[in-house]
């Protein structure tokens, strides 16, 4: 096939041209229950695997697809690895079971149906974000958000989703807790601290840790649900509070996780000081974020995370440097960085003597 060399090839212009549909073919097949379908079929096989899959007139009956168009969002799902398909009949890959059906704890169904439900359509006027550098909540949804106040609707929905950043914090807190040696500190408190992963991550760690989960009062039955199952589960807590309002639970190590990217830098620097002002001496405070390169060329992840915040929330994602600059106006003059090899990254800021 003849190219001309003169130009570069159009691969990569064409990939991510193609991305958004990658993305809504898992979003849609999360949303009509494809995985959760297949999931069914493994748990009710014998010992013998007489049950080798379903049929795509199965999965249209028990899903109320058309049958036609349910072929190709499955044969697309096969594509992208999320099924197997042998002859007629189709099955989760391991990766969709652990990762795209309800009943695993591991799930992120509810970051993808945020995703699917919010996100899309938020990043939709993604142009008036970079025009005006403020999120679409009030353009999309006729509301001023941010999520914490627009996408919880119901208590149900509000629950998928923590379980959707518990599945995140259940492959990013375990390595954020040991990026530092944190034996020396005695007791833990996860400010915003949804389900309690980085708390129960934490204690499993360090056996002479205790730990508070700290969050709204009406986000913590989930993470009572989790403390209930962890190994460490007699020195766990949880407090119902609004660290923006209320006093600091005395702690000696607080935690930020994935929160001060939510934020404009009033409450931001508040938080912060708020902190610092709350730790004794050899305190210390542990931020878990995605933070971006120093020449802002990377990682992606991060950096698309920031668009993410443009269009949903009050904050963006920081460069280390970024990050220091505000822990040093709070107050904090030993600040260090460990970069992971998951999507988050992990800073710890001590409170010096003297």
């Given at each position: 096939m003849y190219r001309d060399l003169t130009v570069p090839p159009p691969d990569m212009v064409i990939d991510l041209m193609e991305g958004f549909r990658r993305s809504k073919t898992m979003f849609a097949a999360?949303?009509?229950?494809?995985?959760?379908?297949?999931?069914i079929t493994k748990e009710t096989e014998n010992s013998n695997d007489s049950i080798s899959g379903l049929t795509v007139a199965d999965i249209a009956v028990s899903t109320g697809c058309n049958q036609g168009a349910l072929e190709i969002l499955l044969d697309s799902c096969v594509s992208l690895g999320l099924v197997t398909r042998t002859g007629s009949l189709y099955r989760n890959t391991p990766t969709a079971d652990v990762y795209l059906c309800e009943s695993s704890p591991r799930r992120l169904t509810g970051y993808i149906n945020y995703s699917n439900q919010v996100a899309w359509l938020l990043w939709?006027?993604?142009?008036d974000a970079v025009r005006e550098g403020t999120h679409r909540w009030k353009q999309t949804f006729g509301t001023d958000g941010p999520i914490f106040s627009s996408f919880f609707k119901t208590p149900e929905s509000m629950n998928e989703f923590l379980m959707g950043m518990n599945g995140f914090g259940?492959?990013?807190?375990?390595?954020?807790?040991?990026?530092?040696?944190?034996?020396?500190y005695r007791h833990l408190v996860d400010l915003g601290g949804a389900t309690g992963h980085l708390s129960i991550a934490a204690c499993n760690r360090y056996p002479n840790l205790t730990a508070t989960v700290l969050d709204l009062p009406h986000t913590l039955d989930l993470a009572r649900e989790m403390i209930a199952v962890s190994p460490s589960v007699s020195r766990l807590g949880t407090i119902g509070s609004d660290f923006f309002t209320?006093?600091?639970?005395?702690?000696?190590?607080?935690?930020?996780?994935?929160?001060?990217h939510d934020w404009d830098l009033a409450k931001i620097n508040s938080l912060l000081k708020k902190?610092?002002?709350?730790?004794?001496?050899?305190?210390?405070?542990?931020?878990?974020e995605k933070i971006v390169?120093?020449?802002?060329?990377?990682?992606?992840?991060?950096?698309?995370?920031?668009?993410?915040?443009?269009?949903c929330t009050e904050g963006k994602e920081r460069t280390f440097e970024e990050y220091s600059q505000l822990l040093s106006l709070a107050g904090f003059k030993q600040i260090e960085c460990v970069r992971t090899q998951t999507p988050i990254d992990a800073i710890l800021a001590t409170k010096t003597v003297g």
């Open positions: 999360v949303s009509l229950g494809i995985f959760d379908r297949l999931a939709a006027n993604l142009e259940m492959i990013t807190s375990p390595v954020v807790v040991q990026a530092f040696d944190l034996s020396r209320d006093p600091l639970p005395e702690a000696d190590i607080y935690a930020l996780g994935r929160v001060i902190i610092f002002d709350a730790l004794p001496a050899g305190g210390a405070l542990l931020i878990a390169w120093e020449d802002r060329a990377g990682p992606r992840g991060a950096l698309l995370q920031s668009l993410n915040m443009l269009v």
